[in-house]
């Protein structure tokens, strides 16, 4: 019997070349250790299902970005009328990456209909960048690097900059110009095999608020950081869109680029219109958050999934 799975999980990305496989002409079903995707699969081999358990991710991350709470659905098959238990699927998982020191911890895995999609039946994504930015009044001598004063806990957790004159508020202020539905190609890395792609999305909220360095019940007397925390919504986004947005809205913060440029920018979407001195944010400091759904839609019914059989079964059915 043959069933649809959703698993909720979460992982570090450093180690990981993407969270998307490679895919080859040959075929998708070969390994791929390198991804969070390839890991995965590997470790549902372990249930030996009938089927090769291919995992349809609701989101792609590059190399070095984070996930808090993402999300992807696969089938298992297995002889008989009984079903894979979601627990013992978990349980063999987590047993995987526990064994193998990967940095993936599946939280959960529930059953869910038939033709559900974990990336078409997302209704939203929340991401949080978070920024840390050297205080103006610290002096630092010449020939030492902000490198001395990072905490060792923050390596490729973090993006820690020296961004001389940085104004939080305009910052905050030039958010308002991504909010809403605009094409992005601007802010997209740009890719020719996917140039005609339509790049229109929306961004619906963004939150700038103090952030907190990772370990902060241990007093540090060499702090010289502001900690900041990005949070950005929104259904879906293009490839590099907020790592390119965080690097934009630091030029503006500097006086580098006046805020209203942002609006030529999304109103010219052209790689033309990106200025190379903007760089964008690197992949440490990016958290995938959470992937959102409507409760209804992650209810089974073993009624309407026997509807759906006999509907197909039928010729006279539409």
Known sequence: MKAR??????????????????????GRNHPDPESVQGLME?????????????????????????????????????????IYEPEGITYTLNKFFYNHNNSIFVKKVIRVPDNFNARHKAIGRSYLYRLAVKRDGIVLPE?????????????????????PGFDIEKFKEATKYFIGIHDF????????LKQHKHNRREVQSIVVRPGKPLITSYPREDGIFDYWDIEIRGRGFVHNQIRRM??????????KLPAEEIKVMLQVPSKHSWHNFIQ???PDGLYLCDVHYKPEDLIYNPESNQEKEECLS????D
Do not use: M, Q
């Open 280 to 282: 964008s944010g690197p």
């Open 185 to 192: 190609t601007t802010f997209k890395k740009f890719d020719k």
């Open 246 to 255: 965080v690097g934009t809205l630091n030029a503006v913060a500097i006086g």
């Open 5 to 26: 799975y959703l698993t909720f999980f979460s992982y570090i990305g450093t180690p990981f070349r993407s969270s998307e496989k490679i895919w080859l002409r040959e």
């Open 42 to 82: 590997l470790a549902l081999l372990k249930l030996r299902s009938l089927n090769y358990p291919s995992l349809v991710l609701s989101s792609r991350t590059d190399g070095g970005v984070h996930a808090l709470n993402t999300s992807a659905h696969f089938d298992l098959e297995r002889f008989g009328s009984k």
């Open 143 to 163: 020939n030492v690097t902000i490198a001395s004063y990072i905490p060792i806990e923050e390596w490729k957790r973090c993006h820690f900059v020296r961004l």
């Open 314 to 317: 039928d010729s006279e059915c």
